[in-house]
């Protein structure tokens, strides 16, 4: 059971990454649905900031997790982040940028649309 796939700009959401997969999903796409309970909805382009930032705080999403089939996230990878550690690590400094065509609108119940603009790819402002 899924939201209505729609984007922070109101439109149709677009795809986030399909090589690494991502999304809740796994469907490349940050939907989202009851069972979401991180609301994996922002499409961000990972840094090395960033996720030196996430590893610090416990969310270790660079090294490699054969067992899970994670191939771990470089920078230039683009992931369906957590809205509340984006907004987190907006606040800290550290957010990455963000595809705001292919971010679910229910994140803006948790990032105001204004912020995740700071951080819109050129692409997607």
Known sequence: MKEPSVNVLGGRLEPC???PV????????????PMDR???????????????FSKYLGNDLSTPRPEYGFAGLKPGDRWCL????FLQAHEEGAAPQVNLA???????QVVPLDI??????????
């Open 17 to 19: 990454s399909t090589d």
């Open 22 to 33: 991502t999304g809740f999903f796994r469907n490349g796409c940050c939907d989202t649905g």
């Open 38 to 52: 991180g609301l994996h909805t922002v499409c961000a382009v990972m840094t090395a900031e960033f996720l030196a």
């Open 82 to 85: 957590c809205a509340g550690r």
């Open 102 to 108: 292919a971010t679910h609108k229910i994140t803006l």
């Open 116 to 125: 995740l603009a700071q951080y819109a790819l050129p692409e997607t402002s």
